[in-house]
């Protein structure tokens, strides 16, 4: 891979700014829906190439979702205060020998009337779902696969007017010619009637409130919608004004109904509330910053135990399968050029596959080196708290790591100048060679993370952040 073939998230986002500029693609709707929100995000990961893999789940597993989402469907206790919808991906903190939601688990437990709609998204987390703490009241995994089929069986026979021209658009335009017209109305169509079936799950499960620890589930929050039921976007992961999901304000000049917004996007931190001010969500006074379960875990854990080894320093980096060449020499080198005593671990990530192989080959020829999978434990916030130092090259980590407390550092790879304005603020500098990182290990001169950024990313009180939201709803609901 070389930077020529992957653009930059912020160089995708010019791009894809300047298309909407040219052409109104926001006002091309299928029954009252804008088609460009539905195709936007996949759009952008086409420009920017990234050939990111995920596992594959087993066949079995999604269809086993559908007998048992129909037994749930009919037993169902109605009446729920809200729900977390979330995937097995969450199952990421283990206590006491149970798998917890980092989302919503922490939630559930201290705020009576919730529950979880989960879907089975990464072939990682089938242990993990095996002994979770809580189950879900719905496997959505089957509205997923359900949808599937539906769209594809019963959809429109040839593509709709509004289908053909956005993707005539996109083909010639932006040069993709595999964004087809068929392509176009076969995402409606499947659209059409997922919302169609989470609209009669929620009618089922008496759903008040919809938490959703994900972007573009644009079926969700249209079922929400026509039921009447507020909608809160959990921030998951990098969500910046260059996110494909990140609707730019001039957006509004259309139908904001077509658009299918959430009702509130609760971010990390008043970071998040800044720089997405200028954004659809943020124009229309949507954005409340809540903090996180799993940051504030991972805070509280660093300042009771950690205590940094002067002889054995321990450096965590997380990997986002990107960029593997230039990484796994980056490392080579590195262990050449320091030749003291280390704990390197390369943490892989939970949603990818690709890069494991080449890390295990270092690491059987230098023991200092440690390669420990996604969904392994402790989890990765555990494991950064326990570091003197976080690396990786455009990472939510980056932000995480500030907000536990454990310094952080961006590597000079492809991909890295997604973390620009981070590095201007001074919080993580840029290693840009094996040399330079070996340099500041030996005289440990990265910088101490004050609380006041820790709370600056992301906000503390978690927990009384979300009940001022839900009784803001409670309010509005009235």
């Known amino acids: 891979m070389t930077?020529?073939?992957?653009?930059?998230?912020?160089?995708?986002?010019?791009?894809?700014?300047?298309?909407?500029?040219?052409?109104?693609?926001?006002?091309i709707c299928d029954g009252g829906v804008s088609l460009w929100r539905l195709m936007r995000f996949e759009t952008a990961a086409q420009l920017q190439n990234l050939k990111l893999q995920r596992a594959p789940i087993p066949r079995s597993q999604l269809l086993i979702s559908l007998p048992r989402a129909a037994w749930q469907f009919a037993t169902a206790r109605r009446e729920y205060s809200y729900i977390g919808k979330t995937s097995k991906e969450g199952l990421r903190d283990r206590r006491n020998g149970k798998y917890r939601d980092?989302?919503?688990?922490d939630l559930i437990d201290a705020v009576p009337g919730g529950a979880l709609f989960a879907s089975f998204d990464n072939a990682g987390f089938a242990m993990n779902s095996r002994h979770m703490h809580r189950k879900p009241i719905f496997d959505d995994t089957s509205v997923v696969v359900g949808s599937a089929i539906l769209g594809r069986t019963f959809g429109k026979r040839s593509p709709s007017k509004s289908s053909t021209r956005l993707a005539t658009m996109i083909s010639s335009d932006l040069n993709l010619p595999e964004f087809t017209?068929?392509?176009?109305?076969?995402?409606?169509?499947?659209?059409?009637?997922?919302?169609?079936?989470?609209r009669n799950v929620l009618r089922r499960f008496g759903v008040k409130i919809v938490l959703a620890a994900n972007t573009g589930l644009f079926p969700l929050i249209a079922a929400a919608r026509s039921l009447g039921i507020p909608y809160t976007e959990i921030q998951h992961g990098d969500f910046d004004v260059n996110h494909p999901d990140s609707?730019?304000?001039?957006?509004l000049d259309t139908d904001v109904s077509s658009l299918l917004l959430p009702d509130r996007l609760a971010v990390f931190g008043q970071h998040e509330v800044e720089h997405l001010s200028g954004t659809a969500?943020?124009?229309?006074?949507?954005?409340?910053?809540?903090?996180?379960?799993?940051?504030?875990?991972?805070?509280?854990?660093?300042e009771k135990k950690f205590r940094s080894d002067p002889k054995q320093p321990i450096i965590i980096f997380t990997s986002q399968s990107i960029s593997q060449e230039q990484v796994a020499q980056f490392i080579l080198d590195f262990l050449t050029a320091y030749s003291g005593s280390i704990r390197f671990i390369i943490r892989l990530h939970p949603g990818y596959v690709g890069?494991?192989?080449?890390?295990?080959?270092?690491?059987?020829?230098?023991?200092?080196?440690?390669?420990?999978?996604?969904?392994?434990?402790?989890?990765t916030h555990e494991m950064i708290a326990l570091s003197d130092l976080h690396l990786s090259i455009s990472s939510i980590c980056h932000y995480e790591s500030l907000g536990i407390g454990t310094p952080t550092a961006v590597l000079g790879m492809p991909g890295h100048t997604n973390m620009t304005k981070l590095m201007g603020t001074g919080a993580a500098p840029l290693i840009e060679s094996p040399e330079q990182l070996a340099h500041m290990i030996r005289l440990r001169n990265w910088a101490v993370v004050t609380s006041d950024q820790s709370n600056y990313f992301f906000r503390p009180g978690y927990i009384t952040n979300m009940l001022e939201l839900m009784r803001e709803w409670d309010l509005e609901m009235q």
């Open 3 to 27: 930077s020529k073939s992957i653009p930059t998230q912020s160089e995708v986002s010019a791009r894809i700014q300047e298309f909407e500029r040219r052409y109104p693609v926001f006002t």
């Open 102 to 105: 980092i989302f919503f688990d």
């Open 181 to 198: 017209p068929r392509q176009v109305q076969q995402k409606y169509d499947v659209y059409r009637y997922r919302a169609m079936i989470y």
């Open 247 to 251: 609707i730019p304000a001039s957006a």
């Open 281 to 302: 969500l943020g124009e229309l006074g949507r954005l409340r910053a809540v903090g996180s379960p799993a940051i504030a875990s991972g805070r509280s854990l660093r």
């Open 355 to 379: 890069d494991g192989d080449t890390y295990r080959a270092i690491a059987r020829r230098d023991p200092r080196l440690e390669v420990m999978e996604g969904g392994a434990m402790p989890p």
